[in-house]
């Protein structure tokens, strides 16, 4: 009895620690977010003189009205919005386009067109940065919406993951529709793409959060006031003494920010585990 009642007592105590170290890590990712809220909250001039004011009342909404007071804050917003949508939906026709071909199809040099693909993930945007700029100067794509969006479409990644994901997927179903007369097209779009959803979510989250806090070729490719997205736009409002004279402010921004991206992964977060877990695939 008392080895058997041991032998219950350990799954546990490995349980409880399991959730105790869970516990623990998740605190140590929210206490700097935390701590950027708390300070978002606070007078400028407070925190000048001491930081540990965060701890203690007042605490003000100025700083929120000072970035929404800002006269193309809302311009910027919207910017994000439209590249930042603009490039998912375009990842996601062509990724899962790419994916179903590389993954259902046969053609003359598939697999080395795949293995050109994948070699798209080891190449750095920092290392085609000037050549990009000199293509997009030359169309004179620089300062509109497909400019923002255009470079964002090369996703390496996406078409991996949804060739991937398409290769999961019993190929019984496109025979069963293929004996139904079905064509190749109605087969991606009826048949096989509506279980690639949570692969898709998944994808379109990464690609949205990647977009929406590209920093690098807005800089670059947006040089108008107005062509500014929110990340862009929020740093020009930073003066040389941001951060010890407008900490509260600086740190709104940073909440302003990066809510949007919040509420995104929060909304998909369901099929982001399905995608991970591969339950969509069954």
């Known amino acids: 009895m008392t080895g058997g009642n041991i032998g219950m007592v350990r799954p546990r105590i490995g349980d409880?620690?399991?959730?105790l170290l869970v516990v623990l890590a998740a605190l140590i990712m929210i206490l700097p977010i935390a701590w950027v809220i708390a300070l978002s909250f606070k007078l400028n001039q407070e925190l000048k003189l001491d930081t540990n004011a965060?701890?203690?009342?007042?605490y003000t909404l100025k700083n929120y009205l000072d970035v929404l007071g800002g006269s193309n804050v809302f311009r910027w917003f919207l910017n994000s919005v439209i590249v930042s949508l603009g490039m998912t939906v375009g990842v996601l026709i062509l990724s899962s386009?790419?994916?179903y071909g590389f993954a259902r199809l046969r053609f003359p040099g598939r697999d080395i067109l795949f293995v050109l693909v994948l070699f798209g993930l080891a190449v750095p945007e920092q290392?085609?940065?000037v050549a990009r700029h000199q293509i997009f100067s030359i169309l004179k794509l620089h300062n509109t919406y497909p400019g923002l969006i255009l470079p964002g479409l090369a996703?390496?990644?996406?078409?991996?993951?949804?060739?991937?994901?398409?290769?999961?997927?019993?190929?019984?179903l496109d025979e069963a529709a293929l004996l139904d007369n079905a064509s190749r097209f109605s087969i991606f779009w009826?048949?096989?793409l509506p279980q690639t959803i949570p692969a898709q979510a998944t994808l379109g989250v990464f690609t949205f959060l990647g977009a929406w806090n590209d920093y690098l070729w807005p800089l670059i490719s947006a040089t108008k006031k107005e062509m500014y997205t929110i990340t862009t736009g929020i740093a020009s409002m930073q003066t040389n003494f941001a951060q010890t004279e407008g900490l509260g402010f600086l740190m709104a921004q940073a909440v302003f920010a990066g809510l949007p991206t919040l509420l995104v992964y929060l909304f998909f977060q369901k099929y982001i585990v399905a995608a991970v877990s591969g339950r969509a695939a069954r």
Not at 16 to 19: D, E, F, K, Q, S
Not at 156 to 167: S, W
């Open 16 to 19: 409880v620690l399991i959730v």
């Open 54 to 58: 965060v701890f203690h009342a007042p």
């Open 97 to 99: 386009l790419a994916g």
């Open 127 to 129: 290392a085609v940065i």
């Open 155 to 172: 996703a390496p990644f996406g078409v991996f993951l949804m060739t991937q994901y398409f290769r999961e997927i019993p190929k019984e």
């Open 190 to 192: 009826k048949v096989l």
